[in-house]
């Protein structure tokens, strides 16, 4: 879900149209042996924002601790902490990215929409949608 607020919303979320690299490819550029400043300047070189030292601190102190495993983040890299600093910035407030399996309400119609539920988990749309585009994963 996505919570877009404040007086700028309009001005800052048209900001993100500029942005040069996504946070996944901010994020998995940066190692354990980066500095505060290099991820300060990493940042500012993708998305034009200059995030204070502090958040840099934030977001480096999970690289000491990443891991396997998790179907969206394998690597459990700070996608959260990152969206929640660059909030100011877009205006835009992710309400989440623990997701996976919530219900989504959904409408169909055409040839094939009786195959669909009303209701139905994230996890199982995606598995609709290849069975009904007959891509295989």
């Known amino acids: 879900m996505i919570l877009l607020s404040g007086s700028k919303a309009n001005a ?11 946070n ?5 550029g940066i190692t ?6 290099q991820i300060i300047e990493r940042i500012e070189a ?10 840099a601190l934030t977001l480096l102190s999970n690289y000491y601790l990443l891991g396997e495993g998790g179907i969206y983040n394998a690597r459990k890299l700070p996608f959260q902490k990152l969206a ?6 877009s ?7 623990d997701h996976t399996a919530e219900f989504v309400e959904l409408s169909m119609f055409g040839p094939g929409s009786e195959l669909l539920n009303p209701f139905v988990k994230n996890t199982d749309l995606h598995n609709f949608m290849l069975d009904v585009t007959e891509v295989k994963a």
């Open 12 to 22: 800052n979320f048209d900001k993100i149209a500029t942005y040069k690299q996504s």
């Open 32 to 37: 354990k042996d980066f500095t505060p400043a």
């Open 91 to 97: 205006s835009v407030g992710w309400a989440g990215v």
């Open 84 to 89: 929640q600093i660059q909030t100011p910035f």
């Open 24 to 28: 996944e490819r901010i994020l998995n």
């Open 46 to 55: 993708a998305q034009g924002i200059v995030i204070k030292p502090e958040e």
